[in-house]
């Protein structure tokens, strides 16, 4: 049984800089990537937190940089999407990778399937589709195994989720875009704080503690590099608004 963590001390965000997963930690999970919902309580917190830590916060997703912008009403938010693959700095900058060719095919390939699987959702990324299978549990184990055979094909990543397994460009992590976020001016002196609940938020919670700073587990306790756990997404907003009342 994997050991449990503390809850995070109130004043973890002292002198920090945040990191933030998105789906699961921000929002509820929902039963497709469109059905997420944000409000206006949340819009509230990112800005009350955005001064709080003199604008060094950032969101590290899987979804792609304009996708989290669109949810969450603010494009000047930093950001990195699609697993860390595009970087959206906190001074405007935006950098990307080039989309390799090949990805409209794949998706074609995961319509297919999905067509003859009803509840089977595809969702195609700027550098990546994903098959999403939390309507049709049933189809996990074919859903995976097709993404790794294209995946094998094509010499692309495959990224497990949550009820979901992705074929994207490989190159990246939520590791990784911790790392290059941090060499932002805006970001220098700063102790890295990740919270997330993904094993995909393993590698940012591993990057945050190597800096000096932490990860922030939430969810059910399980093997991790984070060094503190919120049970769920009301427990991890509670203790943001907390950090920074209204
Ligand atoms: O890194 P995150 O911000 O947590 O994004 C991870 C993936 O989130 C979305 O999929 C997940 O949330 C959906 C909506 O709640 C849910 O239906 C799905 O089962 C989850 O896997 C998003 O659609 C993906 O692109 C992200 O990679």
């Known amino acids: 049984m994997a050991a449990d963590r503390p809850r995070p001390p109130a004043d973890l965000l002292t002198g920090a ?3 933030l997963d998105f789906d699961g930690t921000l929002v509820e999970l929902a039963e497709s990537p469109d059905a997420v919902a944000v409000d206006a309580r949340l819009r509230a917190l990112l800005h009350r937190l955005s001064r709080l830590l003199d604008g060094r916060i950032a969101i590290i997703s899987g ?3 304009d996708g989290v912008h ?6 000047s938010l930093a950001v990195a999407g699609s697993h860390g693959l595009e970087i959206r700095w906190p001074d405007g900058r935006i950098d990307v990778p080039e989309r390799p060719e090949g990805f409209s095919r794949i998706v074609t390939q995961m319509q297919h399937f999905a067509n003859s699987r009803p509840g089977v959702i595809v969702e195609e990324k700027p550098f990546g589709a994903a098959l999403h299978y939390r309507n049709r549990p049933e189809a996990m184990a074919e ?3 097709l993404a790794a055979a294209i995946a094998e094909g094509d010499g692309h990543y495959l990224q497990h989720g949550k009820m979901m397994v992705e074929v994207r460009l490989g190159g990246a992590d939520k590791g990784s875009a911790l790392k290059t976020l941090m060499e932002a001016p805006e970001m220098a002196g700063a102790r890295p704080v990740f919270i997330g609940d993904d094993v995909t938020d393993e590698p940012a919670m591993a990057a945050a503690a190597a800096l000096g ?3 922030v587990l939430v969810g059910d306790a399980r093997d991790t590099a984070a060094i503190y756990r919120l049970p769920d997404v009301a427990a991890a907003l509670a203790w943001l608004d907390a950090a920074c009342p209204a």
């Open 213 to 215: 700073g932490a990860g």
């Open 63 to 65: 979804r792609p940089v």
């Open 70 to 75: 669109a949810l969450i009403g603010d494009a």
């Open 143 to 145: 859903s995976h195994a």
């Open 17 to 19: 800089a945040l990191f």
